[in-house]
């Protein structure tokens, strides 16, 4: 089985595809949508989970360096980015080469996200102070989701 697949299924976040989102922006695109469906912290680690949902007529593709994707929180207005491994790999999927994306021998392709359809983008961040409500999430070609709501 597909590892991002099965560590999805395994932790539950697979059903918060069809959640009530905590927020919406739409992508630079103007076809694409994102759901922010998770926000909460667990021992200490943020878990943002994404769902990217194609509006148009035809297929859109996703690719973006994880670098690039930050919070800041809301009590010290502190940024904080994507949390890496042991390994210094980015904790998150779809993620190849440092970028969201599908990686394959030549290097990485886009998450496409067929007409109608809808993929899953999750990302660990370490915890906002305890003091922090909200937090300011930034995506690369997508509105910032502001004042984003976080469950302990």
Do not use: C
């Amino acid at each position: 089985m597909y590892k991002p697949l099965l560590f999805l299924i395994l932790f539950g976040i697979s059903s918060t595809i069809n959640a009530e989102p905590l927020q919406t922006q739409i992508g630079m695109s103007g076809d694409l949508e994102v759901d922010v469906n998770k926000a909460g912290v667990l021992d200490n680690i943020l878990t943002v989970v994404l769902v990217y949902r194609n509006t148009g007529t035809a297929r859109s593709d996703v690719k973006y360096k994880v670098a690039d994707v930050y919070y800041i929180d809301d009590a010290d207005s502190k940024k904080y980015h994507v949390l890496k491994d042991s390994k210094n790999e980015w904790i998150g999927a779809p993620i190849a080469r440092g970028s969201v994306g599908i990686g394959h021998p030549g290097g990485v392709g886009p998450l496409a996200v067929d007409a109608g359809g809808k993929k899953i983008v999750w990302f660990k961040f370490p915890a906002p102070p305890a003091t922090a409500q909200t937090i300011n999430l930034v995506v690369p070609d997508v509105l910032p989701f502001e004042e984003l709501a976080i469950s302990r």
